[in-house]
């Protein structure tokens, strides 16, 4: 039988490879992400859980991973937070603005850009009325938010109806019926009364049998996708938020720039709990993510090519610097497993990683 360290550098890229032949002791036991004999690549897989459902715990061998904490996420570039921060945001909110911007201020440069902006929108609100909660704040300013939200929704919609012009008459006519639908929950000002972006996609991805151009179709179902959302949409934000507490509204505000344990490959698609196939990504990243083959990811978001490297960067000093212990193991494994899952899209430079003679712990 073929040692699995020789089986691992076999498939190997010449920068990975190098430092496997220079530094084979701490690669001896390796246990693999995905089995060397069995490689196959993820395809797309849906959906995704809600934003409140993200996990931060529970994961098996993932506390070493975990506990690089404040580093970049190594998909959008932010400075990621900790539980421990979380909790210090929780407890620090109080009941006020006043308070919850004198806490939250701490961790403004930790927040995704959208988030990001809702607050220093909330600082600004807050110096004229510091009494107020968040709730509050964002009730007040929920209509002119709405109305930007609206026309943007309409927008959409509206390229949605274009574009099916190319089609048959009965085809536009069943495009024009999901549109029309739609923007009764798109117009309408009554909270009871809720776009729910899920079930328009559902409606788009049920056309397709019903439409005979598939690149048309295609041009339709990315429009669809540009349905603004809470994650990447402020008014967006603001309209879905401002029903919810105080507490709730300062949390979220954080909650997506915590560190999570990111699996390169989908457990959905076999992706194993081994610390060879994690990244600490924040939780909003992991959650837009869900199962998408991390080659179409890398397409999608080509940040993370420089993002990665400066997060595995950081790694590697925590390692030469004896900050983590009993870890040359891993950016070799992980660049190995982004390499191979990406489609060479994702190639780390391990040049700086100093030779370790520890082993895997």
């Not at 109080?94 to 850009?113: H, I, W, Y």
């Amino acid at each position: 039988m073929i040692p699995p360290i020789q089986v691992f550098a076999a498939f190997a890229t010449p920068r990975v490879y190098r430092y496997i032949k220079n530094n084979p002791q701490p690669l001896a036991n390796l246990k693999f992400a995905t089995k060397p004999d069995s490689f196959e690549k993820s395809p797309a897989v849906e959906p995704q859980p809600k934003i409140e459902q993200i996990a931060f715990t529970g994961l098996k061998n993932a506390d070493r991973v975990r506990s690089l904490g404040h580093i970049t996420c190594p998909c959008c570039g932010i400075e990621m937070m900790t539980q421990k921060d979380m909790n210090k945001v929780t407890k620090g909110l109080g009941c006020t603005s006043k308070q919850a911007v004198k806490t939250l201020n701490e961790f403004e440069d930790n927040m995704r850009p959208v988030e990001k902006q809702c607050f220093n929108l909330l600082k600004d609100w807050s110096k004229e009325k510091p009494d107020a909660n968040f709730r509050d704040l964002l009730q007040e300013h929920r209509e002119p938010e709405l109305k930007k939200l609206q026309a943007k929704q309409n927008t959409i919609l509206d390229t949605v109806d274009t574009l099916s012009k190319t089609l048959s008459e009965k085809e536009q006519e069943t495009v024009k019926k999901v549109t029309d639908e739609t923007r009764k929950y798109v117009s309408s000002n009554d909270k009871e009364i809720k776009f729910k972006r899920k079930a328009f996609l559902k409606d788009m991805n049920e056309l397709e049998s019903k439409i005979s151009d598939e690149k048309v179709y295609k041009q339709m179902r990315t429009e669809a996708e540009k349905m603004p959302t809470s994650q990447n949409d402020v008014s967006a934000f603001v309209v879905k938020y401002s029903d919810r507490s105080h507490s709730e509204i300062g949390q979220r505000l954080v909650k997506l720039s915590v560190g999570t344990i990111e699996h390169i490959k989908p457990q959905s698609e076999g992706g194993r709990d081994v610390e060879t196939n994690y990244l600490l990504e924040c939780g909003g990243c992991n959650h837009d993510r869900s199962s998408i083959p991390l080659g179409d990811w890398v397409d999608m978001h080509p940040e993370m090519k420089t993002n990665t490297q400066k997060y595995m960067d950081e790694v590697i000093d925590r390692i030469n610097t004896g900050k983590i212990k009993n870890f040359h193991f891993y950016p070799a494994a992980v660049a190995q497993t982004l390499s191979y899952q990406s489609d060479g899209k994702l190639e780390v430079d391990l040049s700086a990683l100093k030779k370790g003679e520890d082993e895997i712990g």
